[in-house]
């Protein structure tokens, strides 16, 4: 199910990358900026540097990329909040008696695998760089 992790991170993450003065990168100041509560912001911080995309100094405010925008891809940003492995689901049971519910999960399944390789390939051609150049 299509969810905006995914965006929330690009977001904190622009944020880090685009902002000078690293000791204003609190949580309360980045859920500002999001437009969120700074409990989910702490959560997607959380996330992101057990995924080894951020880094901070206990007892000093602030965040930092570990790695570099334009070596960060959006592929690497999406897997690191663990996103939905499936973009589409398919429905449950569909009835066996009909010609259509018989084959209907099978074709999806295959439909959708080839959208989610497009999508991936996608992700890993866009960097953290690529949405920065787009804000400036």
């Known amino acids: 199910m299509v969810n905006s992790r995914f965006s929330v991170a690009i977001h904190i993450l622009s944020l880090i990358a685009t902002t000078s003065d690293n ?3 609190t949580s309360d100041f980045i859920a500002g900026s999001v437009n969120t509560n700074p409990v989910v912001v702490r ?3 959380s996330v992101l540097k057990k995924a080894g995309l951020l880094t901070s100094q206990s007892g000093v405010a602030g965040y930092r990329l570990v790695i570099e925008p334009q070596n960060l891809s959006l592929l690497a940003i999406y897997q690191a909040i663990e996103g939905p492995e499936q973009i589409f689901a398919i429905h449950d ?9 018989r084959k209907i999960q099978h074709t999806l399944e295959a439909v959708y695998l080839d959208v989610w390789h497009a999508m991936e390939k996608q992700l890993q051609a866009q960097t953290l760089q690529d949405v920065l150049d787009q804000l400036r």
């Open 23 to 25: 000791s204003m990168l």
């Open 43 to 45: 959560r997607m911080i």
């Open 93 to 101: 049971e569909p009835n066996p008696a009909c010609a259509v519910g």
